[in-house]
């Protein structure tokens, strides 16, 4: 597999690398249209596929064959006759995890459960195997998590790597019953569904955002219950994760060249320009004004 590999189809992409023959790649669509990304991957590994947001197409065979996987749902993708080249179709506003692990390092930590791990076992070691899942709401949580990944960047790499392990093994896990003790809400899908809907209300109203109380109110959540469920989900508070949202907007608005400072600081929601310059730079460390100089 190459470890750096050119992809500019997609407006965010991210791999990142957990130990040799394992890897994380990370994608999000936020363009207004459908996107392409294409990984090389050889024969010698496993791929793990999670659609976590909106709708992904899988394209084999120079496109003559096409196969779909919905929001929260995965497919797991092997076969040591050939390799397997990613290429996959993203609609926009959507979310694609994927885990790829060589076979080797997969038989190390998997070889005392080849027995229900169907595709590790001695008669099928050199046949194809395919599965499409649905995501568990505990893997959905660990995925959300990857995605929004805001914690101090010394620790990423050991944070992915924790990921990383959890999914495979949530993934692998026969009779899943999550240890959810101290967030017990987590464990109904329902809330964490509420959670979500949280985090698509206060980005559509970024400008004029609702208060912790009515957002709880909205979504039908205790105020208690939205805090923790947030924290837990995005790895942030509300209004933390919302201004790092705000912040990388205004990043890509200033890119454009199509809006001046003070016109992204209103369709932010800054009452003055001052304010919005204070939390770019805060976030950036430089001013939106010296940022828009340096791109153009």
Same mark, same amino acid.
């Given at each position: ?10 407006? @965010?992409?991210?791999?990142i ?5 394992f =890897?994380?790649?990370? +994608?999000?669509? $936020?363009a207004?249209?459908? #996107?392409?990304?294409? #990984?090389e991957?050889?024969?010698?590994f496993i ?5 976590v947001?909106? +709708? ?7 496109? %003559?064959?096409?196969?779909p &996987? ?5 497919l797991l &993708? ?5 390799? !397997?080249?990613l290429?996959? %179709? ?5 979310w =694609?995890?994927?885990l ?6 997969f038989?190390? !930590?998997?070889? *005392? ?7 590790l076992? *001695?008669?099928? #070691? ?5 599965? *499409?899942?649905?995501?568990?709401p505990?893997?959905? /949580? ?12 010394? @620790?990423?790499n050991?944070?992915?790597?924790a990921k990383?392990y *959890? !999914?495979? %093994? ?24 509420? @959670?979500?809907?949280a985090? $698509?209300?206060? @980005?559509? #109203?970024?400008?004029e955002?609702? %208060?912790?109380?009515?957002?709880? $109110?909205?979504?039908g959540?205790?105020?208690?219950? &939205? ?14 994760f919302l +201004? ?6 205004a ?9 001046? /400072?003070n016109?992204?600081? &209103? ?5 003055t ?13 430089t001013?939106?004004?010296k ?6």
């Amino acid at each position: 597999m190459d470890e750096h590999p050119k992809n500019n189809a997609v407006s @965010i992409s991210e791999e990142i690398k957990i130990e040799d023959g394992f =890897f994380i790649l990370k +994608f999000q669509n $936020d363009a207004k249209e459908t #996107r392409l990304m294409s #990984r090389e991957i050889d024969n010698s590994f496993i791929q793990f596929h999670f659609n976590v947001k909106g +709708f992904s197409k899988f394209l084999f065979n120079n496109s %003559s064959y096409e196969l779909p &996987l919905e929001e929260e749902n995965s497919l797991l &993708l092997y076969n040591p006759q050939q390799n !397997l080249p990613l290429n996959v %179709s993203l609609r926009p506003e959507s979310w =694609f995890v994927s885990l790829v692990i060589s076979i080797k390092k997969f038989h190390a !930590l998997f070889s *005392e459960e080849a027995n229900y791990i169907t595709f590790l076992s *001695e008669e099928n #070691r050199d046949k194809k195997y395919y599965k *499409e899942a649905p995501v568990s709401p505990s893997m959905a /949580v660990v995925l959300n998590q990857i995605m929004n990944f805001n914690l101090t960047p010394s @620790i990423k790499n050991i944070y992915f790597k924790a990921k990383a392990y *959890e !999914l495979l %093994s949530l993934y692998f896990n026969k009779a899943e019953n999550p240890d959810l003790e101290q967030c017990p809400f987590l464990s109904d899908e329902e809330n964490i569904n509420k @959670i979500r809907r949280a985090k $698509d209300i206060v @980005i559509a #109203r970024m400008a004029e955002p609702p %208060s912790l109380q009515d957002l709880a $109110d909205e979504i039908g959540l205790s105020l208690k219950k &939205l805090k923790e469920g947030f924290k837990e989900i995005y790895g942030d508070s509300v209004y933390s994760f919302l +201004f790092d949202y705000k912040m990388e907007y205004a990043r890509k608005l200033l890119e454009s060249g199509e809006y001046n /400072v003070n016109e992204v600081g &209103l369709k932010l929601g800054y009452s003055t320009a001052s304010h919005f310059i204070a939390g770019f730079k805060k976030k950036f460390g430089t001013t939106p004004k010296k940022y828009t100089m340096s791109v153009n």
